[in-house]
């Protein structure tokens, strides 16, 4: 079992910034990819990033947001620049066991608001 704790959240004006982060407890950090999703009112969630030995990117953040992992403090962070309304969604840190074929994401964290005002 792992859970999973989020945090940094919060309200911030466009082209601000926000770092995110997400605290891990149980099993073996390194052994997960950890991923950031996002969800609007009334849509989906989406991917946002995801990292196991570096980072993968959904094209609407791409240059905009970084993530990053330290594996001894069990925690992954999303560095949020350049931020715009329509980033604003609660954000999601999961984390998926590190193996052969696509990723799948067995532990949720509650989620962080973040809102962006234009």
């Known amino acids: 079992q792992v859970q999973l704790v989020e945090s940094g959240g919060g309200l911030v004006q466009a082209g601000g910034s926000l770092r995110l982060s997400c605290a891990a407890s149980?099993?073996?950090?390194?052994?997960?990819?950890m991923g950031w999703f996002r969800q609007a009112p009334g849509k989906e969630r989406e991917f946002v990033a995801v990292?196991?030995?570096?980072?993968t990117y959904a094209d609407s953040v791409k240059g905009r947001f970084t993530i990053s992992r330290d594996n001894a403090k069990n925690t992954v962070y999303l560095q949020m620049n350049s931020l715009k309304p329509e980033d604003t969604a609660v954000y999601y840190c999961?984390?998926?066991?590190?193996?052969?074929?696509?990723?799948?994401?067995?532990?949720w964290g509650q989620g962080t608001q973040v809102t962006v005002s234009s």
């Open positions: 999961a984390a998926a066991p590190i193996r052969l074929g696509p990723y799948k994401y067995e532990y």
């Open positions: 990292i196991s030995w570096s980072g």
């Open positions: 149980g099993r073996t950090f390194s052994g997960y990819a």
